[in-house]
């Protein structure tokens, strides 16, 4: 079975500083899509950024960026420049296609919450 | 977010009393989860739909159950809430190879 592992259960970091966020996964799958999921206090699970483990580049989206070791199934999430509004519970989740189905089944993480202090 | 809306919203109830969620999506996408949101546990999957009338369980669905009569509609029954299935519910909506899109959530309290 699949399972997804955020080990840091709360971090912080001082606006404009780097903060970097951890998940490691378990799967025998070679073809199967990361995500990080950002939810702040309003509750809205947002996308932060996505990564296709066949592609080798590490995806990268304005501040965020990911970096993706496969071999030791690691999917981190690095925030750059933090801001205020980054202060959220983030998910790592991890999503392959079911076979013969057809279907598309993602598995959480626990989250990590960040806050970000002024 | 791409046209998710969850009702409803917010609901309190007793213990015993059946209680359904609604899901309504407009973007006509094939796949469409129930998920719930607790402390400790992040977003766990109770059904899944890949079609209409075509649902399967996740790994929570004990006490659970779905039914999508329309591409656009998946609702998911409580038939005898407990106390236990107080949570945030989360629906979501997803296509091939494309990450989730979440409703709001619904805050569901169970007396």
């Known amino acids: 079975a699949q399972t997804v592992t955020q080990s840091q259960p709360e971090m912080s970091v001082q606006e404009a500083e780097t903060v970097t966020l951890s998940c490691t996964y378990d799967t025998s799958e070679s073809n199967y899509y990361l995500f990080w999921y950002k939810q702040p206090p309003s509750r809205q699970m947002i996308l932060v950024i996505r990564?296709?483990?066949?592609?080798?580049q590490n995806a990268t989206e304005n501040r965020f960026s990911v970096n993706f070791q496969k071999a030791a199934k690691s999917f981190s999430l690095k925030i750059s420049d933090s801001q205020l509004g980054d202060t959220a519970m983030y998910f790592c989740?991890?999503?392959?296609?079911?076979?013969?189905?057809?279907?598309?089944?993602?598995?959480f993480g626990t989250g990590t919450r960040l806050k970000v202090l002024a | 977010d791409a046209g998710i809306t969850q009702s409803p919203r917010h609901k309190v109830t007793e213990t015993g009393t059946p209680v359904t969620l609604r899901c309504h999506q407009t973007?006509?996408?094939?796949?469409m989860y129930w998920y719930r949101q607790d402390p400790g546990h992040g977003l766990r999957l109770i059904h899944y739909s890949y079609g209409v009338k075509d649902t399967d369980k996740g790994e929570v669905s004990d006490g659970y159950s779905v039914s999508r009569s329309k591409t656009e509609d998946f609702l998911l029954t409580l038939e005898s809430a407990t106390s236990s299935q107080t949570s945030v519910y989360f629906c979501?909506?997803?296509?091939?190879?494309?990450?989730?899109?979440f409703g709001d959530g619904t805050r569901l309290s169970i007396l």
């Open positions: 979501a909506t997803g296509d091939r190879n494309q990450p989730q899109h």
């Open positions: 973007e006509n996408h094939r796949y």
């Open positions: 989740a991890f999503m392959k296609p079911q076979r013969g189905s057809g279907t598309y089944k993602y598995i």
């Open positions: 990564q296709e483990a066949y592609k080798q």
